[in-house]
């Protein structure tokens, strides 16, 4: 027995150039939704197939009323939305890695040239600065991935094109804000064995969270 993904490649074949054109583009509309779960994804994409080979070789937009995005949409509005997970641990979980990450390798690159100490004040106020643009990614990651519905290709490129965009501004900070940075604050003479201490105790926080997702 076909599964409903091997029937709907298998109807799509007997499709025309322009109806199976059509299709595609509800398809990768429809499958940005992550709101509708894909068993129903799969069932609404069949019965628009079913409905275009029962029409022939008449056009899509005859035969359903309307052109490919306007239709899916409608049927993004007619599926019931799945029971959503909460997904921001997901985004805690990644922002926890990075900034572990980042404090690990401060901390070896720290031990590697000598320099154990550090300014309590300029590391506090640098972990700040790398956290508010952790959290700018994070958040604007999460909003693309809740409300992005478009097509495939358009998503990626919006992904790519806000992380660039934050990456420059993250590495503006770090490099050229932090290179002005006065030191100030409490001098610590074991600060590359804190930062190490720091991001292994992230990590350890994020592997807990990742259990919790």
């Known amino acids: 027995m076909l599964t409903k993904k091997q029937l709907i490649q298998e109807k799509s074949g007997q499709l025309t150039e322009a109806q199976q054109a059509y299709i595609k583009t509800v398809e990768w509309v429809v499958a940005s939704d992550k709101n509708i779960a894909e068993h129903d994804k799969e069932e609404a994409l069949l019965k628009a197939i079913e409905r275009l080979l029962e029409a022939k070789d008449a056009a899509p937009e005859e035969t359903l009323g309307m052109d490919a995005t306007t239709y899916a949409r409608q049927l993004t509005h007619k599926l019931p939305d799945v029971t959503q997970t909460n997904q921001i641990p997901l985004f805690v979980f990644i ?119």
């Open 95 to 213: 922002g926890t890695l990075i900034m572990s990450a980042f404090l690990v390798v401060m901390g070896i690159i720290h031990f590697i040239n000598k320099e154990h100490v550090f300014y309590v004040g300029t590391f506090v106020v640098s972990i700040l600065l790398v956290f508010i643009c952790i959290v700018c990614m994070l958040v604007g990651a999460y909003i693309l991935w809740k409300h992005y519905t478009v097509t495939a290709a358009k998503s990626i490129a919006a992904y790519f094109l806000i992380g660039s965009g934050i990456l420059i501004m993250y590495v503006f900070v770090l490099v050229f804000l932090l290179m002005i940075l006065p030191n100030f604050g409490k001098v610590i003479s074991s600060g590359a064995l804190i930062e190490l201490i720091l991001g292994i105790a992230g990590f350890i926080t994020a592997t807990i969270i990742w259990r919790k997702i």
